[in-house]
């Protein structure tokens, strides 16, 4: 079994595709340098990421695929899941291999994967801008929106030119935990930023909630009681409930603090 | 902030509750300059409450104080319950402040009915023209139309709200009358056309000048109770399918009636939400408004009710054997709509994907579709036979049914769509 190995950047993978072609080797599977060989491996390949052939393939993939196609490979890089490399390699190879569009045929198992995996992220991503909640605290006497995340797959930088439209007349952070950088949107422009004393102004992944003003927890506490307030109890349905708004997302909304707010 | 503010929020965020639509979408637009807010073309849930439905728009009464006596309301004037006021500032400003902390896609403002229709419409226009103009608020805004209110009005709100919508409540006049003795279609009609007739003229318009100012881009809704009145499914989804042949009618919602007014004479006496039946129409609904269904396709003088036991294509397609089976790779489009098991997810890609080669049961299986009722229904590769020949339509029924709950009181959780 011939095993492509590679340096987990775009640029890398798409060199591989270049270097597929050149040496007319067809791997079975593409991997990151790091990732355990493979049982029966008997031979392998180091790619070595070039841009100048990266871009040919980019510029390639762009001449032969529609946005939408190309806006889901962009979705399944930023899964991050391991078997992202090989399926986006497998897609490439039969889209080259064909003088057709292959993005529509979705009998194909990878074209179809790459559909549904591309969807995944998307909802992921939209899930982003359903349960981001912003915190005003008060930073060197002026007010910025603070919010946390922890997204499966790394969908924020995807989402956040749809906030920077949206609250454009205010200093917002968004800043994600599991992945340890965020952005920072100072009313003109946006930056990604790291955290130095995050082991204070963050607790237990969430905001450190002593920053807060105590205007901030008046607004929590009102949104709590309208949720509640809002709630039929005829109709009580604690199951769909968390169909639509998966547990994990909890910590980060106010709504759901029972605890905090019922007494 | 007070407590009183709490309270305040509390009361007139139960009197509103009840009003199922929270909808925010329709409209695309990105933010203007100095501006606050956006609005998403499907719009975005924000949170969704114990019950399960979505949280989108602030959904607030501006009072609810009510003149008038409905039987089928919380807010009657006749009901002792706790009475409250927002100013327009209050209810601007918390608008405001939870819109910047992502709590939600913009507002829905109601009211009772103070003083008279128009009084009402004057103040609640108040509130979101300040959001425009003093707030520069770009978010979402859903407003309601007060029955009898004039012309003017509404074409003075709809150049500031996204959406408005008056709520028919019972679907026939009579029994409107008998349940809400101030209200009548007249009054509930007429706004309804002076909506559609202003939407219609701003197009033109906006033909003519690229800037001038859109009226409630995203259309109107409204909303039916179902349950609390005699009507059939037949009348309930005839009238929707009247509404929905109007150009600027995008939504049509069916609430569950609740007893919230127990001890009105007038009301049946019920055990529990009809949800089952709400969730049947609003199956029926999507036919009508995506499927390409006529309404006497799904309930006719034969078939008035919808049944409960299965859903309303399934139900169509067992009453029909006539237009099936389906060739997956060679029927229309349309055709392949009408098969029960595939969504309008799975009938795209299938168009799509067979221009690429025949499709067999796997792909098929790949894709989505629901293979276990299509299977009856559809013929394609990998398929051994057409099982709807050998299967009789009891057969069919029978497999496919939703299983009956064994203990009595285990009453099946309906789900809903409210977004």
């Keep these: 079994m011939l095993v492509f190995r590679y340096d987990e950047t775009f640029e890398g993978l798409l060199t591989a595709v270049f270097d597929a072609f050149a040496l007319k080797k067809w791997p079975e599977q593409v991997l990151s340098r790091h990732d355990v060989v493979p049982l029966f491996t008997s031979e392998e390949y180091i790619v070595f990421t070039d841009d100048k052939k990266a871009e040919r393939v980019s510029t390639a993939m762009k001449k032969r695929l529609p946005n939408i196609a190309l806006n889901q490979l962009t979705y399944v890089w930023f899964s991050e899941l391991p078997e992202r490399s090989s399926l986006i390699f497998r897609y490439l190879i039969k889209l080259f291999k064909t003088k057709k569009d292959i993005s529509t045929n979705f009998a194909d198992p990878d074209v179809l994967a790459v559909k549904q995996l591309a969807k995944k992220v998307s909802n992921e991503r939209h899930y982003l801008m359903m349960f981001v909640r912003f915190n005003a605290i008060e930073n060197q006497g002026e007010k910025v929106y603070f919010a946390t995340v922890e997204p499966r797959y790394n969908v924020l930088p995807l989402v956040v030119a749809f906030f920077k439209d949206r609250f454009a007349d205010q200093k917002w952070a968004i800043f994600d935990t599991k992945r340890q950088f965020g952005y920072y949107f100072d009313l003109k422009q946006l930056d990604l930023v790291t955290l130095d004393e995050q082991a204070d102004l963050l607790f237990d992944g969430a905001i450190n909630q002593n920053y807060l003003s105590a205007e901030e927890r008046q607004f929590q506490k009102l949104w709590y009681h309208y949720c509640q307030a809002l709630t039929i109890k005829e109709r009580i349905n604690p199951k769909l409930q968390r169909q639509f708004m998966p547990k994990r997302f909890w910590k980060h909304l106010p709504e759901t603090w029972h605890k905090t707010f019922d007494n | ?419």
């Design chain 2, 1 to 419: 902030m007070k407590d009183s503010t709490i309270k305040k929020l509390e009361i007139l965020a139960e009197s509103a509750k009840y009003d199922v639509s929270c909808a925010s979408s329709g409209t695309s637009r990105s933010n203007i300059k100095g501006g606050i807010g956006s609005a998403h073309g499907w719009g975005i849930c924000h949170s969704f409450t114990g019950d399960g439905r979505c949280v989108a728009l602030l959904k607030i009464m501006l009072t609810n104080f009510c003149l008038f006596d409905c039987a089928y309301c919380i807010n009657r004037k006749s009901n002792d319950i706790p009475r409250a006021a927002f100013s327009p500032k209050e209810l601007t400003e918390l608008t405001i402040e939870f819109y910047r902390r992502n709590y939600i896609e913009g507002l829905f403002l109601s009211s009772g009915i103070i003083k008279n229709p128009d009084h009402t419409m004057e103040r609640m226009l108040r509130v979101i023209k300040d959001l425009r103009t003093v707030h520069h608020f770009n978010g979402y805004i859903h407003m309601k139309t007060i029955p009898g209110a004039s012309r003017e009005l509404v074409y003075q709100a709809g150049l500031y709200a996204d959406r408005l919508s008056v709520n028919l409540e019972i679907p026939t006049e009579a029994n409107l009358k008998r349940l809400a003795p101030d209200k009548d279609h007249q009054s509930i009609y007429s706004p309804m056309r002076h909506i559609q007739q202003h939407l219609l003229e701003n197009k033109e318009e906006r033909k003519k000048y690229r800037h001038a100012p859109k009226f409630a881009a995203a259309g109107q809704s409204t909303q039916i109770i179902v349950g609390a009145t005699d009507e059939s499914d037949k009348q309930i989804l005839e009238l929707s399918s009247k509404l929905y042949k109007r150009p600027s009618m995008k939504r049509v919602y069916y609430s569950g009636f609740i007893p919230v007014n127990s001890y009105d004479k007038r009301l049946p006496v019920v055990q529990d939400v009809p949800r089952k039946r709400e969730n049947r129409l609003y199956q029926a609904d999507w036919l009508l408004r995506f499927y390409q269904f006529e309404v006497n396709e799904i309930v006719n003088d034969d078939y008035q009710e919808l049944d409960l036991d299965m859903d309303p294509k399934l139900a169509w397609a067992i009453r029909n054997p006539q237009f099936f089976p389906v060739d997956i790779n060679r029927a229309s489009y349309e055709k392949i709509l009408r098969v029960p098991g595939i969504g309008l997810k799975s009938a795209k890609l299938i168009v799509t994907a067979r221009q690429h080669g025949r499709l067999n049961i796997d792909a098929l299986k790949r894709i989505g579709v629901v293979l276990k009722r299509a299977q009856f229904f559809i013929i394609c590769a990998g398929m051994r036979t057409f099982k709807m020949q050998e299967a009789s339509a009891d057969y069919i029924r029978l497999s496919l049914q939703e299983p009956i709950p064994l203990i009595e009181t285990a009453q099946p959780q309906q789900l809903t769509m409210l977004l």
